[in-house]
T-cell receptor, first 112, second 113 residues
């Protein structure tokens, strides 16, 4: 069982470039999440999808868009990358809102 | 606004030296408190969920407890493989999204052999 798979694991972009981070889960979970983790700060929610066909903004959504492609896949897009978006991005899933979230191993993104 | 404060920021123990990590929280109605372990270069790994004051959960050398204002993660006779960053997160039961977790900044635990 892979659990939650994120691709790519590492990426370097130039300012202004666009990119899509991919997340796929095989846990048959309903809800999926995108977080960013920065040094000295806790994990912060960017966007989430409570169920297939729905998406909602989290704490720090500016500069990002998401797509819930199907029950398994949830992608995060940076349309015009900025250095402030240099971070480690984590995807997570859970069966229901009060259940523990299970995380992938992250995408390390650097924007020059 | 929901807040989570973890202390200490870093803790260095000798193998076998028991200690506790603290997670203080302010939330408008607690729906759940979650403990995670994070190893370098990895995503957070779920450890425990606590739902109400007085609840306790145990797993190997770890024991999590919950009061109305804080949670403790007790580590008994730690081993070097327990070295990791431990994260605490809370979920509120009222106001805003039921899906949102507020995370603390974590405690970096190092256990020396």
């Amino acid at each position: 069982n892979a659990g939650v798979t994120q691709t790519p694991k590492f990426q370097v972009l130039k300012t202004g470039q666009s990119m899509t981070l991919q997340c796929a889960q095989d846990m048959n979970h309903n809800s999926m999440y995108w977080y960013r983790q920065d040094p000295g700060m806790g994990l912060r929610l960017i966007y989430y999808s409570a169920s297939e066909g729905t998406t909602d903004k989290g704490e720090v959504p500016n500069g990002y868009n998401v797509s819930r492609l199907n029950k398994r896949e949830f992608s995060l897009r940076l349309e015009s990358a900025a250095p402030s978006q240099t971070s480690v991005y984590f995807c997570a899933t859970n069966r229901a809102s009060n259940q523990p979230q299970h995380f992938g191993d992250g995408t390390r993104l650097s924007i020059l | 606004e929901d807040q989570v404060t973890q202390s200490p920021e870093a803790l260095r123990l000798q193998e076998g030296e028991s200690s506790s990590l603290n997670c203080s929280y302010t939330v408008s109605g607690l729906r759940g408190l979650f403990w995670y372990r994070q190893d370098p270069g990895k995503g957070p790994e779920f450890l425990f969920t606590l739902y109400s004051a007085g609840e306790e959960k145990e797993k190997e050398r770890l024991k999590a407890t919950l009061t109305k204002k804080e949670s403790f993660l007790h580590i008994t006779a730690p081993k070097p493989e327990d070295s990791a960053t431990y994260l605490c997160a809370v979920q509120a039961s009222s106001g805003g999204s039921n899906y949102k977790l507020t995370f603390g900044k974590g405690t970096l635990l190092t256990v020396n052999p």
